[in-house]
C-alpha cells in the first residue's frame, strides 16, 4: 500500500470524487495530462478544476449558498483580533464568490453592450 502523503496546505486527501468518461474523452484527458507535465492525473484534474473559468447559472439555491458562507466568513472575521490569525483557508470562498460575482457583472454588460 502506497504511503499516505498530505498535499501542499498540510491537509490529508482522503476523500474520493469520481466520474464516468467516454473512451475518446479518457484518451483527450490523457493527453491533456500529459502535455501540462502535470505528475498525476489527479494533480491535473483538481488544478483544472479548481482554476478555470466556471460560467455560473444564478438560481435560489446559489443565492442561499452565498448567504450562509458570507454568514461563516463573517463569524470568523468578527473572531479575529489581528490580521496575523487570520488562516488563508478564509480568502478562498471569498475568492470563488468574486469570480463568480464578476462573471454575472461581465455577462449582464457583454448583454446591454449587443442589445445597443
Known amino acids: 500500500m502506497s504511503q499516505k502523503k498530505k498535499d501542499d496546505k498540510n491537509r490529508w486527501r482522503n476523500l474520493t470524487v469520481a466520474f464516468r468518461v467516454s473512451p475518446e474523452e479518457n484518451e483527450e484527458l490523457n493527453m491533456r495530462v ?3 507535465g502535470a505528475e498525476t492525473k ?5 488544478q483544472s478544476v479548481l482554476h478555470q473559468q466556471v460560467i ?4 435560489p439555491l446559489m443565492l442561499v449558498t452565498f448567504r450562509r458562507e458570507l454568514q461563516h466568513i463573517e463569524k470568523e472575521l468578527e473572531r ?3 490580521i ?4 488563508s483557508e478564509l480568502l478562498t470562498p471569498i475568492r470563488s ?4 460575482l464578476e462573471g454575472f457583472h461581465k455577462n449582464s454588460t457583454g448583454e446591454k453592450n449587443n442589445e445597443r
Open 97 to 100: 464568490m468574486l469570480e463568480i
Open 56 to 59: 455560473a447559472k444564478g438560481n
Open 34 to 36: 500529459k502535455l501540462s
Open 80 to 82: 479575529l483580533t489581528s
Open 84 to 87: 496575523d490569525e487570520m488562516d
Open 42 to 46: 489527479r494533480e491535473y484534474i483538481i
